[in-house]
Structure formats: C-alpha cells, structure tokens
C-alpha cells in the first residue's frame, strides 16, 4: 500500500500545489514518476490531466456567476485569458464565452476521483 492511498483531499491538494504535478508530488513525499504511476493506475491518467480537469471544472460556476473570463483566468492561476481559452476550449469542446452566454451548451464532465483506500 502506497502513502499516497492515504491522502483523503486531493483537489484541496491540488489547488494548494497550484495544480503544478512536481509541486503534488514533493507535498506527498514521492518523486514525479511515483505519482505518475500512482494516477495512471488510479484514473487512467496522468496527474496533471487530472488537475487540469479539475482546474477546469472550478472555472464552471465562477463563470456561471457573471465572473470576467480575464478575473476567472486569474483566480485559476492560468497565465493570461488566451492560455485559460485555449485550456477550457480544448477540454470542453467550446470557447468560455460561449459557455457564459449560454451555459446549456456545455454538459458537465465531471473530473474522476481518486479511490481512499484504507
């Protein structure tokens, strides 16, 4: 059983290492390749898939709320309004500002959890 079975909160986790994998990875005390691993037989995916997923969905309600794509971007720690475009256009098949103008658009995809073994 790996250390990592233990951790309860990994999108709490995950937003406080930035969403960065090689931040996650020193917090849980294993190496990148560790926690690669670790995913991959979890979810099928790699951690930063998973925490790009997860960055995503947060952005969801903030722009359901009337947020500023540019002040959501922000909040989300992306770079600037181009990069959080392209990263929600590419995950959820359309642009941020047509989800604002017409969420229905969009059906949710939920982001996979990690299994809590004990």
Known sequence: MSRLDYIQDWPTLARKCGYRT????????VSSR???RYF???LGVAPH???RGLRLQRALPLIRRKRGLEGVARQLGYKDHAQFTHA???HFGICPSHFAWNPSLLKEQR???LPIRR
Do not use: H, P
């Not at 090689?22 to 005390?29: E, F, H, I, K």
């Open 88 to 90: 929600f256009k590419d």
């Open 34 to 36: 560790q926690l690669q």
């Open 22 to 29: 090689t931040t996650l990875a020193n917090r849980c005390g």
């Open 111 to 113: 982001t996979k959890s």
């Open 40 to 42: 991959k037989v979890a």
């Open 49 to 51: 898939e998973w925490m």
